[in-house]
């Protein structure tokens, strides 16, 4: 890792900038793509599945029989974490539902917002080099335990036309409620669109290559909602002369294999410390079955030589990473200091990937910076809050004045006019 000894504030931004993936290249294969799938609906997916995919298909959806034939594939022990991690994932989201408070913000004027499932939710789970049948149970727990009315999943199919067996275990234990072997682009234009097979959703949820996610950024400029804005995996360790070395490269590297343009950053306060955790980075990388991936993924990452913990956490601060490791003994007090980040993880045990898997936070996060401004899917991703009121005449009598004088002064007469019919009718009992 390329390290950096104690820069000046006025070159952090440089320093932390992330490889820039230029999606404007895809827009025209994303584009055609989207538009055959609108007008030619399952003709073109199939298509698609041949051209991109390499699988010819007779039907895009999964049988019964075919989630029947991966349950019995699939080892007891995987089943047993997958069950594991699914009641940790629905406790953490269950514990997020809130009830209804009515607020009277005035005699007669009472307010109050109710939390409405989205019913129609689409969701994307990558199966290229990585089958992330994790995601499904991340993605489809909250979706349940909100209450949408249909789940539909899409996930990219084999050679020989099958979904990996663990995605369909997961997908069973979470409650989707219809799969399909659909991959890439044509994927979120099925689920956006609606084909004669897919049906159309409101909001697409999931992870994705950059064309996937050109795609999902395209079909919300049509009235589809997505997630957030997503790209390549990060994380970010904060570490000083008390953290485990072990444990920081190990931490630094199970997100270098994600991708190749995968990006980890290590802020310590101990050069030492640095330059040992470099040393076991390949040490533990020589023995890893991705380590061409993470090698490449560790051409864009560095360390960076901190003062002190402040300034480590400011500078994790304007990087604002998807994952956050703060392996320091004072882990509780940096914590404190968080102000951008996705997911945190706190003291030397907190590896990221406890919460990828089983702890019960979700791992669909803001990366690329967008975790200044965006929170991880959590409950509220499927629930739309619509707000009620209620006014009785005392309420009019309450804020009817007030109204007529700002509808008034914005020039807007018809508003004014709506208060003032009623002040009327009070006025006359």
Known sequence: MRIVRYPEREVWKKILERPHTDISALNGVVDGILEDVRNNGDEAVLRCEMRFDGVSLQSLAVTDGEIEIAVRSVDAELKEAIELAHSNIGKFHMAQLTTEHKVETMPGVTCWQKSVAIQKVGLYVPGGTAPLFSTVLMLATPARIAGCDDIVLCTPPDKNGNVNPAILVAAKTAGVDKIYKIGGVQAIGAMAYGTETVPKVYKIFGPGNRYVMAAKQRVSLDGVA????????????????????????????????????????????????????????????????????????????????????????????????????????????????????????????????????????????????????????????????????????????????????????????????????????????
């Open 226 to 429: 997505i997630d957030m804005p997503a790209g390549p995996s990060e994380v970010c360790v904060v570490a000083d002369e008390t953290s485990n070395v072990e444990f920081v490269a190990a931490d630094l590297l199970s997100q270098a294999e994600h991708g190749t343009d995968s990006q980890v950053l290590l802020i310590s306060t101990s050069e030492s410390v640095a330059v040992r955790v470099s040393e076991e980075i390949d040490r533990q990388l020589a023995v890893l079955p991705r380590r061409d991936i993470a090698a490449r993924s560790l051409e864009n990452s560095l360390c960076i030589i901190a003062h002190d913990g402040s300034e480590a956490m400011e500078i994790s601060n304007a990087y604002a990473p998807e994952h956050l490791v703060i392996a320091t003994e004072d882990y509780d007090v940096l914590a404190d200091k968080v102000v951008n980040a996705g997911s945190v993880f706190l003291g030397k045990y907190a590896c990221e990937s406890a919460g990828d898997y089983a702890s019960g936070t979700n791992h669909t996060l803001p990366t690329h910076g967008y975790a200044m401004a965006y929170n991880g899917v959590n409950l509220d991703s499927y629930i739309r809050k619509i707000t009620f009121q209620h006014i009785t005449p005392e309420g009019v009598m309450s804020i009817g004045r007030a109204v007529e004088v700002m509808a008034e002064n914005e020039q807007l007469e018809a508003h004014k006019n709506a208060m003032t019919v009623r002040l009327r009718n009070i006025g006359r009992k």
